[in-house]
Each structure stands twice: as C-alpha cells, then as structure tokens.
C-alpha cells in the first residue's frame, strides 16, 4: 500500500532534501505529494515556465524507489498574475474584495482565471505526464475550503443569470419556481437576478439554494477543466484525485467524483484552537462520506494529521498513541492509501505551528518513531488489508444539498446541521454496525436499516428509493422535521410529513421550534424505549399516528402525551419517525432494538472503542486517551495480526489503543 507524506521541498534549502529522503526512507515512505502551492516557482513571470526545482527533488526522491502525486498549484495564484488581473480574486457577501496574501484567493466563474489554470496545467502534465514514477495528480487543495466556496463578484454574477438561464428556460418559469410574486421580486429581465449579496436579514429561500447549486457547479466545471487538460497529455495509468474536506460547504463532492478516478480526503481530527479531537463517530462519519462519494471505492487520505495544527492559534497536541488510532481508523472505514500532513513544520509563512512528522529542528523525535512503528506494523497486513471491501448492513443519508436548505434556514437557534447529523449517525457508531453513506444515486438494496436523518429538503429519486425500499421488507428511521420541503425550496402544501405520510402512518399539525437552553422531555411508552427518559431539544414534531404505534411520548407543555416517536408497518417493512433531538442513551436503545429487529450484528464495547470490520480483518480502537478497555470479539477465531498469536474472546486495550486481527477460516 501506498503511505507517505505531504513534502514542501522548496520550503528547504537543497542541501537538506538528501537527509530529509533519507529519514523518509527509513521510515518506509513510498510516496511523497509535492507541488500543490508552487505555481510561482513553475510560472516565475506569465507564460515562462521553470520546473527545474521539482524536477531535482523528484530525482531524488525516485531515485531512492518513492513514487510522485502531483498538485496541481491552482490554489496559490500568484502575485503577478492577481497584479495583471485584480478581477480574478472572489468577493464576499459584502462585495468586498477578497484580498491577495493567503491562498484560494480566486473566483472559480473568472474566465482569465481559466485561461491561466489552462496553462500551468497544461504545461505541468505535458512536463510530468510522461514520468514513469509519477503515479497521480491532485487537482487543486481543498475545493470550497476556507469559505472560498461562494463568490459574489461581477463574473459570479454573470456567470449565475446563465446558469439560471439554461435551468429554467424562460423568467416565467424561474419566476414560479422562487415564487418571488413575494415582496415584488418578480424578474423582467435575466441581468436584474442579484447574486445573494448583504441584504436586510434574508434573502428569498428558493434564490439561496439555486446559488448554492450554482456556486457547486462550478467548481464542479472548474474541476472538469482542470481533469480534461490533465488527462489530454498525462500517460495512461497516472489518477486524478482531490483532496476534498466535507464542510457542508457549497462543493457537490458526489458530482465531482464523476471526473475522479479517486476520492481523497483530509483528515484532521483536531486543529487549531480545538482543546480536544472532534469525537470518534465525526471522524468516522467523515471517512464514510468518503468511502461513499464514489460508491464505496477505497480513497486516499491525502494529508493525515501528524502533529498538532494550527495558523495563529495551536489545536491539542496528538497524544502518543493518536497516529495509529486515527490510521486505522482511516483504513478500516475504507482509505487504501495513508499521505500525513506534513513531513516538517515550516519556519516561516502562515503555517509556521502546523507541526509535522519532524518539527521546525528537523530531528527525528516521538512522532517519526510513532510513525515508523504504524508503517512498519503495515508491512504484512495493509495490502491485504486495503484490498479487502466494507459490507455495510446500515446506511445513513447525507446529500449536501439537504445540508445547504438547513444552513439556509435552521430553524432553531439550538440546530447545527453537522450536530444533529452525528446525533443521528452516532448510536450507530456507539453499536459499532459499519454504516455507508447513501443519497438518491445510491442503491439501497441489501441494506437491512437505512437511516434518514433530518430529511428536510425531501428528494423524490430517494424517497421513491426509500418507498420501494420499505415495500420490499427494508427498515427506514427518518428523524424530526422530515419531508418538509420541496426541490425549488418550497414547503409541501401536504400536511406533514409531505411525502412521507403513508410510509411514516402519521400526520404533523404542529411542531415546536425550540432555542438553545429550552427543552421538552420524552418517556418511552414501548419496547425497549418503556420507562427510558430522555431530553428532548432543538424541535418537537406533534405526531397524530394514523397506522403508526407509538413508542415515546412528550411529558411537558399543552402537547403532553402526544407522540414523539412511532413505528409503522409498510409494505413488509417497518417506518420509525422520530419526532425530537433526543438523548444518546435513548436513541441508542432505539437503534439496538432496530437493529434487533432488523437482524444486524451489532457489537458492544465501552465508550470511546470502536470496532470495524473490513473483509476478513478486525480493527479495535480505543479513543479514550485516559482509560484502557476490555473487548468481546465477534465470533470466530481471531489471530493477531502484529504477533500472529491466536486471541482469546476477550482482549484488552491500552488508552489509545489500535490492534488488528484476522480471522481464521
Ligand atoms: C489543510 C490544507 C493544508 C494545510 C493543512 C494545515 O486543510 O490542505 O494545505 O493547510 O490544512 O493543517
């Protein structure tokens, strides 16, 4: 398998790179990925292009057998070029410029912009293409990252009124579809549309989607440009990839795949200013929208946090122990390929504290050896171990356009889009039942639970999906305020849950937002949920059931007693909605008696372990860096990978832990 590091060879001065190969190699790297801010070094002055410096650092690293992935430079436009052509750079919602003096410092709808991207683009794969150790290429860094997402400028503008155009045919047609007979905002001419600029509070609902939309695609076309270059002058054999990040940032990383041969990934589960890592189900939950862009093919992670990260403010410090946990984790949810960000930290520019493998003094400490050891405890396993595929038994729902409506309209001052997510991924999680990312291009055949969480902007491919789905024996849980809105943004004119209401056998005449502080509280009524108290926050949804059973039920305010969550028999399947945000310790019982039902394996273990399999290979993870645990494993006979003993049913920990094990037939 493929694992390396993200190397800045021009961040050095030459006479180190033979010292920095040689630790490399001692440490078993086999790629390097270079070049992805260095388009002033290949393009020092318009149309003169220098290669000379990558070309000696990628002498040598070949030299010593490590293979090449190549960024294309597009994120860092240089000085010169921003100086010629000023309408290159992005404007913000203000209609202030976006300055030179960072990165990504570009409007993706500049036509000039094009032009140059064309050209280093071109110039690099016709100069790197046919290079036999160069394996891949990266497109860009981080699409969409730092808020570089959406752009408000002139081209922007333009660029929207035709993508407008070439949607809706006619103004009639997009004056209905944003029903903008409210407040007078009726069109008369496509060059009156703005692009969704500061104004007094908000913007119609219907105008902010489509830019949403539009914004994705262009980076979408932006990508397109850049993949298609590359391809007409690369030798066969090289990938493409980007490194996406999943921000719910205006990126369709399922639409962009398309042009991918790979999907890549950062990953960094803490950065700066956070005191702790993000929790281990939000970085499993990202690996799974990996793993799910482009149907389950294996990606790469192509910067893996090393050491602690930050610009102007540092985030916690990796503890012993985190870089093999979080490599792990990465590979058994799928990555077959392990770059770690970064080799060294640099001593000047705005990345200065974003520690690597070496630090600012270049020596060999606790993170190289960390690192060796997890490299070196790959060598049996990991191509077995890559090779082998994730049978997902549950799916979760995740579309970005379902999380762009939600940013456009939260609700409630207590929703986080991302939160509520995780609040519904999660139990999941906690059950260790490997869980694959799913939306409308999804199948959904084989899966024995689907969860569709905060299905707000209802999609009706995938509910048609859902419905056969349920009709054929599936289990469907959809959570509160589910089916409310249609594709243009509209809300159903149907009475709640919309489109749902057959499969869900309820109806919602009320709801309740409610603000961060306030809060309702359910009791279960059912099942394994009778007696369980929980919390209920952020929004109740009043359930009248028609066919449904009720299984929870509020205990607070004029709608006490009234159903929380429900069950229904559809088809040959079964229909849970859950009508609030509800505590983990309930939902998790709720998803033990769903997976009961629906016969998934589900697996114990303390708080903070999780267990993943991955073919015929076991991993077991301990997130907790204060407490060792002890592990059941599944059924079978395991052997040790890292000592080839066989295991008892039983095994322990250490805080921070990661093992691996395979099964033995
Ligand atoms: C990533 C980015 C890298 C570097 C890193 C710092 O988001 O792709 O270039 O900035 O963060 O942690």
């Not at 990628?58 to 057998?65: N, R, S």
Request: charged share 25%; glycine share 8%.
């Amino acid at each position: 398998m493929y694992i390396g590091v993200d190397y800045y060879p021009e961040q050095w001065p030459e006479s180190r790179w033979p010292e920095d190969v040689r630790l490399m190699k001692e440490l078993g790297v086999n790629v390097v990925r270079l070049a992805e801010f260095g388009w002033q070094l290949m393009e020092p002055e318009e149309g003169r292009y220098d290669f000379s410096l990558y070309d000696r650092a990628i002498k040598l690293l070949t030299d010593h057998g490590i293979k090449i992935v190549l960024g294309t430079p597009t994120a860092t436009p240089p000085a010169w070029l921003i100086h010629k052509h000023p309408e290159i750079l992005p404007v913000d919602e203000n209609g202030v410029q976006i300055s030179f003096g960072a990165r990504r410092h570009y409007t993706v709808n500049s036509p000039v912009f094009h032009e140059f991207t064309l050209k280093i683009v071109t110039e690099m794969a016709k100069h790197f293409g046919p290079h036999p150790d160069v394996i891949g290429w990266q497109t860009d860094n981080e699409y969409g990252h730092e808020k570089s997402d959406r752009s408000y400028g002139e081209a922007d503008r333009q660029a929207f009124q035709a993508w407008l155009k070439e949607k809706y045919g006619t103004l009639g047609e997009l004056n209905r579809e944003w029903g903008t007979v409210f407040w007078s905002q009726t069109y008369t001419d496509w060059s009156q549309i703005p692009v969704p600029r500061k104004v007094y509070q908000e913007h119609n609902p219907s105008l902010l989607l489509d830019f949403d939309r539009f914004c994705a695609d262009a980076y979408t076309r932006y990508n397109r440009l850049q993949t298609e270059c590359l391809r007409a002058h690369i030798r066969s054999g090289q990938f493409i990839t980007h490194n996406f990040v999943y921000t719910d940032q205006a990126i369709n990383q399922w639409d962009m795949a398309e042009d991918l041969d790979y999907v890549a990934y950062d990953n960094y589960p803490v950065w700066g200013g956070l005191a702790e890592p993000i929790s281990p189900a939000a970085i499993a939950h990202q690996h799974d929208l990996c793993r799910g862009t482009k149907n389950g093919k294996g990606y790469w992670v192509m910067e893996e946090l090393s050491g602690a990260q930050g610009w102007s403010k540092i985030g916690y410090l990796p503890r012993p122990g985190h870089i093999k946990l979080w490599t792990y984790q990465a590979i058994s949810r799928g990555a077959e390929a392990i770059v770690y960000f970064r080799w060294r930290a640099a001593q000047f520019g705005t990345e200065e504290f974003c520690h690597g493998i070496l630090d600012h003094d270049g020596l060999p400490k606790r993170k190289y050896y960390e690192v060796k050891e997890v490299i070196d405890s790959l060598k049996k396993h990991g191509d077995d171990w890559i090779a082998s595929s994730i049978e997902a038994q549950a799916a979760v729902y995740y579309d970005p356009e379902n999380a762009w409506a939600w940013n456009i309209q939260p609700q409630s001052s207590a929703f986080s889009h991302r939160r509520e997510l995780l609040r519904h991924y999660t139990p999941a999680h906690n059950l260790n039942v490997a869980t694959d990312a799913v939306n409308s291009r999804s199948s959904l055949e084989g899966y024995k639970a689907v969860f569709v969480p905060i299905y707000f902007l209802e999609d009706p491919v995938f509910t048609e999906k859902l419905k056969q789905y349920a009709e054929n024996g599936g289990t469907v849980v959809f959570s509160y305020r589910s089916g409310v809105k249609k594709p243009n943004n509209f809300v159903t004119g149907k009475t709640l849950p919309g489109e749902l209401s057959d499969m869900t056998g309820i109806r919602i005449n009320e709801y309740e937002s409610l603000q961060t502080g306030q809060g309702n509280k359910v009791k279960g009524s059912a099942g394994l949920l009778e007696g369980m108290e929980s919390s209920a926050t952020v929004w109740c949804d009043l359930i009248d059931p028609v066919s449904a059973e009720v299984l929870a039920v509020y205990e607070d305010c004029f709608y006490e007693g009234t159903a929380a969550v429900t069950r229904n028999h559809f088809g040959k399947g079964t229909v849970y909605y859950i009508g609030t945000a509800l505590e983990d310790s309930m939902l998790t019982a709720l998803y033990k008696d769903i997976f009961r039902h629906a016969g998934t394996e589900t697996i114990e273990t303390a708080e903070g372990v999780e267990v993943v399999r991955r073919g015929s290979f076991l991993s077991v993870m301990n997130h907790s860096a204060e407490a060792g645990a002890e592990i059941t494993l599944p059924e079978g006979q395991w052997v040790d990978c890292a000592t080839d003993e066989q295991m008892s049913r039983t095994t322990r920990l250490e805080p921070l832990g990661a093992k691996l094990f395979k099964i033995e037939f």
